[in-house]
């Protein structure tokens, strides 16, 4: 049987903190806390309308860390849009993966993401689509009602939400080695 | 219909860093590593035979912050060794709830437990059975056959592992909030 491997195809990240939109860079280094100097850097972050659990500001463990989305869902996404394409900076995304034999957005909480110099990160779950993502697309393609339809394709596959596990460089053209979430490795 | 609390049966910590055994206190104040001076506090810490997807001792993201127990789970581990009881400092606990409807062992990945004056944990998975607390069982009733019996008998009903998302203080008799894990809410 032919084994896929799983290639980090794009590696990103945020150019300026006030906008969650990202470009794409030959390798980032991560630290326990993120990307240092990336928008979703840090130990802690304020509670968001996520987690109506605490008040809002409230400050909470950062496990939005890293966002990674895989080739194959964005061409699902592009192709249900009736679009040439969707880019994973418009997705915020800080790695985009192929190769996956499923969709990487039902990966299960727990699972690692291991990386060749040494890089893990672990699955915090699914990253629900929004209207942030959706505008960017709008506006490349200035049509204002494709934001909205975003937040409908992307339902089950706008990929998942990483924290970093174990620091290290992540670079373009790495093998990517899943660990699927089982019982008794934390 | 009448709706069963949550409470704090105990709370605990390591005495000294050399060993698990915990030792009751009134509460507990927690950072976001833990518990400031216990065995297990760490934002880092050093990877063991439980992750081996990584060189034992690696330094790598401290999940392992708290040690959850419940009541009715000690009661139930006693009960199928045939003892009087299983104290929840021989587990190393750092707490025992009560009033749970379903074992805790059983709550999900990334569950909330909150608690009134702030402090957030979250689960971050079951945690298996091992020779540790075994030894400590049968050093205490003088049957060394009981090491090996612990584990068996404790399988599914050990607790669950979680770390701190949001800092404060747990008080013995506080009342306990858990939230299950739905998507969406990183």
Same mark, same amino acid.
């Given at each position: ?7 980090v195809? *794009? ?5 300026? !903190? !006030? ?19 990336? =928008?979703?850097?840090?130990?802690? =972050?304020?509670?968001? !309308?996520? /987690? ?10 950062? =496990?939005? /860390? ?6 194959? @869902? ?9 679009l040439? @394409? ?6 915020? *995304? ?11 957005? !039902?990966?299960s ?21 929004c209207?942030?993502?959706g505008? /960017? ?5 200035? /049509? ?8 409908? *394709? ?10 970093i596990? =174990? ?20």
């Amino acid at each position: 049987m032919e084994t896929k491997l799983i290639i980090v195809k *794009a590696v990103l990240r945020t150019a300026e !903190s !006030s906008s969650f939109v990202t470009h794409q860079v030959p390798s980032i280094t991560v630290d326990i806390a993120g990307i240092p100097g990336d =928008r979703h850097y840090g130990i802690l =972050r304020p509670a968001t !309308s996520r /987690q109506k659990m605490y008040p809002r500001g409230t400050m909470v463990a950062n =496990r939005r /860390q890293i966002t990674v989305v895989s080739e194959e @869902e964005c061409v699902l996404i592009a192709e249900s849009m009736g679009l040439p @394409e969707i880019r994973p900076e418009w997705l915020g *995304a800080n790695l985009m993966l192929s190769g996956l034999r499923k969709v990487i957005t !039902s990966l299960s909480l727990g699972s690692r993401l291991l990386f060749p110099e040494g890089a893990g990160l672990i699955c915090e779950g699914e990253n629900l689509p929004c209207l942030g993502p959706g505008k /960017q697309i709008a506006d490349f393609y200035n /049509q204002p009602e494709l934001a909205a339809a975003f937040v409908k *394709a992307a339902a089950n596959s706008r990929g998942i939400i990483c924290s970093i596990e =174990r620091e290290g460089t992540i670079q373009l053209g790495d093998i990517c080695t899943i660990i699927p979430y089982k019982r008794g490795i934390i």
